[in-house]
Nanobody, 124 residues
């Protein structure tokens, strides 16, 4: 089992930045592919970014590419999502997820463990 706890959400003005963190516990973090997803009110959960356990392979959704950066610190069992140039359409609950698949993945059903989510609100 893996427990994931997100933090760092909040209210920010358009153009601003936030850094989300996700702390993992319960098993070997280094072998897990990690991902960030988001879900806006009335919409399906969507993929944002994924990083392989080595950190060498990273993939972003087109909607966040160039603005968001995913990274991980295996020594701290933590994955991060640096979000810059935020837009009102980035407003959502952001979820951290962990997958046993040995590569970056975008499908929600490829992820085995989920955090409780953290709210990000971007005002115009």
């Amino acid at each position: 089992q893996v427990q994931l706890v997100e933090s760092g959400g909040g209210l920010v003005q358009a153009g601003g930045s936030l850094r989300l963190s996700c702390a993992a516990s319960g098993r070997t973090f280094t072998r897990l592919t990690m991902g960030w997803f988001r879900q806006a009110p009335g919409k399906e959960r969507e993929f944002a970014a994924s990083i392989s356990w080595t950190g060498l392979t990273i993939y972003y959704a087109d909607s966040v590419k160039g603005r968001f950066t995913i990274s991980r610190d295996n020594a701290k069992s933590t994955v991060y999502l640096q979000m810059n140039s935020l837009k009102p359409e980035d407003t959502a609950v952001y979820y951290c997820a962990a997958s046993n698949v040995n590569t970056v993945v975008t499908r929600t059903n490829a992820y085995d463990y989920w955090g409780q989510g953290t709210q990000v609100t971007v005002s115009s």
